[in-house]
């Protein structure tokens, strides 16, 4: 039972909280490149507004336009349920394992990519392309860092690799600092941020996920601006349950639960710093040179791979 | 030279991670289009190697690799760094790297090379019953994508930095994977170094003076008249 209410309060705390995260990330970088930040709250604001919008649909799209923010969202509330965020072992956990994960994450892009084709605009289909030969390049590159993770615990579930891990305490692994890079690489190209691509651009020419969205409006733009914002809160998870795992505990010990609660927000806080901290100091890449990013990206999760089998840890 | 239970613990996985940490250097420097940025890189490589020598010294008590370590991080983290970093400045090289291979290529081309290269330490690690023994894989590894980058380069600056990362990798094999060699066998290599270093920047202002360039193509020019 209590499974179970830590399952729903995981999914209801990382989507209501998503935009406050993804706030916090603006906050910072406005902070760090001296402008005055609107505020960690603006995106809530946003996402008010655009719901109490009307939402338009562009002349001659399908279904699967109007369908595609919802499947998209759902797809990533799910993956918030398979994510050992406050504990492992919740009931979704045995759902998907690290290979239906990265499945969902891609189910979600075909469907935002698909829409995006849908509407028939150059710039939105440009966009397309662009997220796909991304998508396409990063995906190896997380699998890789993932499998690192997962050799180390022998299982390929998610909450059976961080209990696994955090039962490890301190142990230093070499094989999962080159994951941790490798992760790191593909965090920062699947959530279109900076060096890959700018969250925060308005030039048509160098959008990739911001292209994809021009055609919506109202509750649908609300709903893929929110999705992308759980997206991002969901790699951080990711990141933070493989790499720093300490306070995850399994569900049914729930007394630990308020230490975890704790730890948390600092961790979160944490990796919006050094996230901010990475798009203030890297500049953006052109695009031709985003298949070398991810090319070094898959290529630290084979080391990865290649050193756990050398080093034996 | 034992290792006290206590070291085994705590400082057999810090120096396996010091090893992965020499490895992911040197593969950035592979990836590295920027000269200045290779040059840190390099400088960092150092620090990994300094660190390492210090952590067997304190492992396994053995006085003179202290003063080794001390001798790495004033000669590979700081002096040489610095040195070619003016070199640079002196000579005004333009800030790009010019690759013979591209590099998504010649990133796939190193995983290949490491692959090779644990392979090939595999029978050793298998003879040997050494706690250390992954170390000569790595460090066989990063002395092989060392030369990758000296072949895939035509600047003699970036050749210049793949020489010295070569001797970084060797260097790391001789302490980390057989836990410290004698004294004099290290200053002896640690000198070829600095006077191969030496003699190389005298080289590039010649190479400058007569090519007006740092690029090693126009070394393939050359006839007796």
Not at chain 1, 130 to 135: H, K, S
Not at chain 1, 232 to 261: R, S
């Amino acid at each position: 039972m209590t499974a179970i209410l830590l399952e729903g309060m995981q999914i209801l705390l990382v989507a209501f909280l998503a935009p406050l995260f993804a706030g916090l990330l603006r906050a910072l970088r406005a902070i760090l490149q001296n402008r005055r930040p609107a505020g960690c709250w603006q995106n809530y604001r946003d996402l008010y507004r655009l719901f109490h919008k009307e939402s338009l649909q562009a002349e001659g799209t399908s279904w699967l336009f109007r369908f595609a923010p919802y499947g998209i969202f759902g797809a990533f509330c799910l993956a918030a349920g398979i994510i050992p965020i406050l504990a492992t072992g919740l009931p979704l956990a045995p759902a998907a394992d690290v290979i239906a994960l990265v499945g969902l994450f891609a189910l979600a892009r075909v469907f935002q990519v698909l829409a995006a084709m849908d509407t028939g605009t150059p710039f939105a289909t440009l966009g397309a392309h662009r997220e796909m030969l991304i998508a396409g390049l990063a995906e190896p590159a997380l699998l890789a860092a993932l499998f690192t993770a997962s050799l180390l615990s022998r299982s390929t579930s998610l909450s059976v690799i961080v209990a696994h891990l955090e039962q490890l305490r301190f142990a230093l692994h070499p094989s999962m600092v080159f994951a941790a890079a490798a992760f790191f690489m593909v965090l920062l190209a699947e959530n279109a941020r900076i060096p890959v691509d700018n969250p925060a651009t308005h030039l048509e020419l160098t959008m990739i996920h911001e292209a994809m969205l021009l055609e919506y409006s109202g509750r649908h733009l609300a709903l893929m601006e929110w999705g992308a914002q759980i997206k991002l809160v969901l790699y951080v998870a990711i990141g933070i349950a493989l790499f720093l795992p300490w306070g995850i505990v399994p569900a049914a010990e729930i007394a630990a639960l308020p230490l975890t609660l704790l730890a948390l927000p600092l961790k979160f806080a944490a990796a919006a710093l050094i996230l901010a901290l990475v798009e203030t100091l890297l500049a953006k890449l052109r695009l031709f040179r985003a298949p070398e990013f991810m090319a070094t990206a898959f290529l630290l999760g084979v080391i990865g791979l290649l050193s756990f089998f050398m080093l034996g840890a | 030279m034992t290792i006290t239970a206590q070291g085994l613990t705590w400082g057999i996985p810090l120096l396996r991670l010091l090893a992965a940490l020499l490895l992911l250097l040197t593969f950035a420097m592979l990836a590295q289009r920027r000269l200045l940025t290779l040059i840190h890189l390099l400088a960092w490589q150092g620090m990994v190697l300094a660190a390492g020598t210090a952590l067997v010294a304190l492992l396994t008590g053995q006085s003179e690799l202290w003063f080794s370590a001390a001798l790495t991080l004033t000669l590979k983290a700081i002096l040489i760094p610095t040195v070619l970093h003016r070199l640079l400045r002196r000579l005004q090289v333009r800030g790009d790297v010019e690759a013979v291979l591209n590099i998504p290529l010649t990133l796939l081309a190193g995983i290949a090379l490491v692959i090779f290269a644990f392979f090939l330490a595999a029978p050793i690690t298998a003879l040997t019953g050494t706690v250390t023994r992954g170390m000569v894989g790595i460090a066989l590894a990063a002395v092989l994508l060392a030369f990758l980058m000296m072949i895939t380069r035509r600047k003699a600056i970036s050749q210049v930095v793949g020489f010295l990362a070569i001797d970084n990798g060797l260097f790391f094999a001789a302490t980390s994977a057989t836990l410290g060699m004698p004294m004099v066998v290290e200053l002896g290599v640690a000198l070829d170094a600095l006077i191969g270093f030496v003699i190389l920047g005298i080289f590039f202002f010649q190479m400058r003076e007569t090519f007006d360039s740092m690029d090693l193509q126009h070394l393939e020019q050359i006839r007796e008249e």
